[in-house]
């Protein structure tokens, strides 16, 4: 499944489980073209189903993580009404939220900046491991644009309302160090020590009770839009379904036997 030196995505997978995506335009500092945006909704869709993975890691070739949206072609000519909305839903949105759909643990390598849409990609991964020299901006209130790819989403579910609205309305860059303390990323570390970081994180994710990681994602997802019973009803079913797989039950023979769970994924 590697992908060619040209993709504008590459595709790696490791003997340990781990795939790798990697936004591969850095000449435009990985900007979103249509094509990569399909490749990369594609190729997330295809790990959820693929059982030889057990991890996802998305990263960016050269010094950026994704600079956002590639606007290089223009307005693109008059548009008739509902034409952006339909634009945003089937585009950007969607990319966005097969990051949040994925039925693997998907972890990012924030290895440099992070600009506009590119935020959203990186920040709806559910683990941020940055370099010390990463950033991210939200740009469009400079650009005069309202925020996109779930902004509006996202933000306020990991700083809160209040810091949300500050990112948003100053668009000033934040940096890793700055993002950490805000909770926007999970740990930094100095850009010569990302991959290290980043294989130790995979690899410890990899080895782990797959499908309890999924079920695990669904439920914080779905916590932050239910109340206090639907979240309660969720978890237990939940429960009910993970208790039926092989890793929960290596988990709990492990637990009682005193050693080491080896998990299968499965």
Known sequence: MNAGAQSVLLVADGDDGVRRLTLNRP???????????????????AASADRRVRVVVLTGAGRAFCSGADLSG?????????????????????????????EKPVLCALNGVAAGVGVQLALACDLVLAAEEASLVQIFAKRGLVPDGGAAWLLPRLVGVQRAKE?????????????????LVNR??????????????????????????????ALVHASLDGDRAASFAAEATAQEINMTTRDAQEGVRAFVERREALFEGR
């Open 167 to 183: 990112l948003l309305f100053l668009g000033e860059k934040v940096r890793a160090t700055e993002a950490e303390r805000l909770g």
């Open 74 to 102: 223009g307005a693109g000519g008059e548009r008739t009404a509902g034409d952006v909305a339909r634009m945003l839903r089937t585009g950007v949105q969607r990319m966005v939220a097969a990051v949040l759909d994925c």
């Open 188 to 217: 930094v570390v100095p850009g010569a020590e990302l991959e290290k970081l980043v294989a130790e994180w995979a690899g410890r994710l990899a080895a782990g009770p797959t499908r309890a990681y999924a079920l695990t994602k």
């Open 27 to 45: 000449e435009a500092l990985n900007a979103v073209t249509a094509e990569l945006r399909e490749r990369l909704v594609a190729e997330l869709e």
